[in-house]
């Protein structure tokens, strides 16, 4: 199996402010069309999973542009450019150029 | 408007057989390049992945789960089914179903999901 280990688990930021979140694969996520299939997803409390990215850096239908994913082979980030409230939550890399599916472990994001 | 459900027994006894079944609408599993699975989320932990099935029937389990877990559809009811055998207390977790979709070539991604059923497995 793939384990996808994330960075950091825990990131208190201040409204307004970037947040960076990386996500290291243990073998490279290239699939054998070329393309990694890397997706990140963010869970607010109490809500299930939504997707935000996926194929590293393609934002999904009506995530907002503050969301940006980069990356290639076993090293991805997501980045906020600017935190705001509603992106409070728990953020998780997952990995679907393979199966199992894996996801990493999360990495918490909350307000200073 | 793409919607998943789960629903099933929100309490099993230990060495029962679990039963969810995912209802979806906003899709049909007799498309090409859909699939539905199955993910668990244990109380505070992290998000683990346990079973696909696509359009053609193939299907997928978690190695480590494969001898506890049987997935199937059924299409013209816009249902999956995943069974799990021999339920532990280790098992209690919030179980989600989810839609993969085809997003170009051969890549997936899981674009919608249902909102949880937590499953409780005491005596």
């Known amino acids: 199996d793939i384990v996808m280990t994330q960075t950091p688990l825990s990131s208190p930021v201040t409204l307004g402010q970037p947040a960076s979140i990386s996500c290291r694969s243990s073998q490279s996520l290239v699939h054998t069309d070329g393309n990694s299939y890397l997706n990140w997803l963010q869970q607010r409390p109490g809500q299930p999973p939504r997707l935000l990215i996926y194929?590293?850096?393609k934002r999904f239908s009506g995530v907002p542009d503050r969301f940006s994913g980069s990356g290639a082979g076993t090293d991805f980030t997501l980045k906020i450019s600017r935190v705001e409230a509603e992106d409070v939550g728990v953020y998780y890399c997952?990995?679907?150029?393979?199966?199992?599916?894996?996801f990493g472990q999360g990495t918490k994001v909350e307000i200073k | 408007q793409i919607t998943l459900k789960e629903s099933g027994p929100t309490l099993v006894r230990p060495t029962q057989t679990l039963t969810l079944t995912c209802t979806f609408s906003?899709?049909?599993?007799?498309?090409?390049?859909?699939?539905v699975g199955w993910v668990r989320q244990s109380p505070g932990k992290a998000l683990e992945w346990l079973a696909l099935?696509?359009?053609?029937?193939?299907?997928r389990y978690s190695p480590s789960l494969k001898s506890r877990l049987s997935i199937t559809k059924d299409t013209s009811k816009s249902q999956v089914v995943l069974t799990m055998t021999n339920m532990d207390p280790v098992d209690t977790a919030t179980y989600f179903c989810a839609r993969e979709s085809n997003c170009g070539g051969d890549c997936y991604s899981a674009d919608f999901w249902g909102q949880g059923i937590l499953v409780t497995v005491s005596s």
């Open positions: 997952m990995q679907t150029t393979q199966f199992p599916r894996t």
């Open positions: 099935i696509f359009w053609n029937d193939d299907r």
């Open positions: 906003g899709f049909s599993l007799g498309t090409g390049g859909v699939g």
């Open positions: 194929q590293i850096s």
